[in-house]
């Protein structure tokens, strides 16, 4: 069977997600991170008034303006205007308001001067230097007009969006609720953390807890189910209870050639539409993928392998889970980086994604320090590494110091 290219893998993955998730009101405290399902607009003239943007004096930079370090101007100190305070009295020409910083301005008052460039006697400042109109000043909608899109449907919320919202009066926004995924890891050697290893040939699960983490660190909501032993009618029946319960179902292990791969025969029993099953890259040869419940539903059956298993996480089931989200950007960053270390291979044929630790130097270099070994049996490396950088088809060989196009987790 030919392998399919990474591509046209990807593309599968995407066109299958027909659907987003179900639209969620959210207070903007449990918004972060969620995706906006509309665009939400401007509810006034931001700023909504004329204020300061510095502590200083409000004034008339028409009465400033034969002002001189040996001549200056002499303004009258009218009063004084704090945050949250509101003066209704027009300045008179001649005079002036200590002000600070996003305090309104008063009528008619166009500038303001520092603290820092005047000298205050008594009931008096003095102006060494002409005003400019509007200096200092944030102008009443200069920032966001009423009605404007201030953040728009498939923007991811961050922190700064959120307070965006906030500084328009926004407490609540629509978001796609997190998807759905269900984990189940297969192999009989499994053992959970915590428990003890009971037998020679047994090892810790760890594709269960490190795809429920990346899940939930990037916008799904993941139910951990465990493992099951590699037993084709306990593999059904656990499918068959657990299938219909997310939007989302991964398994790691039993997509290879080995006699008790179950998953590849069982996908079909189940009913799973298998969109792929091995694809041109390493690792993650083996990765298959399918939908259920007329396309509603999507199923990746990961390799065992735990740096296949996580690598093969980001590069397909991210992507769906920012889709399913109403995400516009559905994919990781890449940046490029240079290399620090020759990397060889003797088969070019696959596209191969190797661990990288992506690390700036002092001058904003961005360098991408490839694991010290590169066996696929190696978790730590998934530990030490922040991305992969990608080698293409047909390329052999990259020298230390050329760039690399590299995945950033
Ligand atoms: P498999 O794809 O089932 O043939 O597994 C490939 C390799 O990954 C084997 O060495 C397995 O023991 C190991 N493996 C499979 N599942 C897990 C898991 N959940 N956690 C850690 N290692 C695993
Ligand atoms: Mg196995």
Redesign the pocket.
């Known amino acids: 069977m030919d392998l399919l290219p990474f591509e046209s893998a990807l593309k599968l993955v995407l066109n299958s997600v027909n659907r987003t998730t179900a639209l969620e009101r959210l207070p903007l405290e449990l918004a972060i991170g969620r995706i906006l399902a509309e665009d939400v607009k401007a509810t006034f003239n931001y700023p909504i008034f004329d204020n300061s943007a510095m502590d200083g004096f409000a004034l008339k930079s028409g009465d400033t303006k034969n002002a001189t370090p040996e001549n200056p101007v002499v303004l009258e100190i009218a009063g004084e205007i704090s945050a949250g305070e509101f003066c209704e009295n027009p300045l008179e020409e001649g005079k002036a308001y200590k002000i600070f910083t996003g305090a309104p301005l008063p009528p008619g008052a166009d500038a303001v001067i520092e603290i820092e460039k005047v000298e205050v006697e008594c009931n008096k400042v003095y102006i060494k230097e002409p005003v400019k109109s509007g200096s200092n000043v944030r102008k009443a909608g200069s920032y966001a007009k009423l009605g404007e899109v201030i953040a728009q449907k498939g923007e991811e919320l961050t922190p700064g969006k959120i307070g965006v919202l906030a500084s328009f009066g926004i407490g609540y926004v629509l978001t796609y609720s997190r998807p759905k995924v269900a984990i189940v ?3 009989s ?2 053992r959970e953390p915590c428990h003890p290893l009971l037998k020679p040939g047994q ?6 807890y490190a795809l429920t983490t990346a899940v939930n660190q990037n916008g799904g909501l993941a139910t951990n189910l465990g ?1 099951v032993e590699d037993d084709y009618q306990r593999l059904r029946e656990f499918l068959k209870d657990t299938l219909y319960e997310s939007d989302i179902y991964i398994t ?5 050639m ?1 006699e008790k ?1 179950f998953i590849k025969l069982l996908v079909k029993e189940l009913g799973i539409d298998v969109k792929f099953h091995k694809v041109r890259i390493k690792p993650g040869k ?1 990765t298959l993928f399918g939908t259920y419940d007329n396309g509603r539903r999507l199923f990746f059956g990961l ?4 740096v296949s ?1 996580l690598v093969n996480f980001y590069l397909f089931v991210y992507p769906a889970i920012r889709k399913l989200q109403g995400a516009k950007e559905l994919f990781k960053p890449k940046v490029r980086a240079i290399l620090t270390q020759d990397f060889k291979r003797k088969n070019a044929q696959r596209r191969e994604y190797i661990r990288v630790k992506v690390t700036f130097g002092e001058d904003g270099t961005v360098y991408a320090q490839p694991y010290k070994n590169t066996s696929s ?1 190696d ?1 730590l490396s998934m530990g030490f590494a922040n991305g992969v950088a990608v080698i293409y088809e047909g390329v052999k060989e990259v020298k230390k110091g050329q760039t690399v196009e590299v995945i950033l987790f």
């Open positions: 890891s297969t192999g050697e499994l090892i810790y699960n760890s594709n269960s493992s790691t292990g039993g997509v290879s080995g791969d083996p390799p065992g392998n735990p298993a049996g978790m």
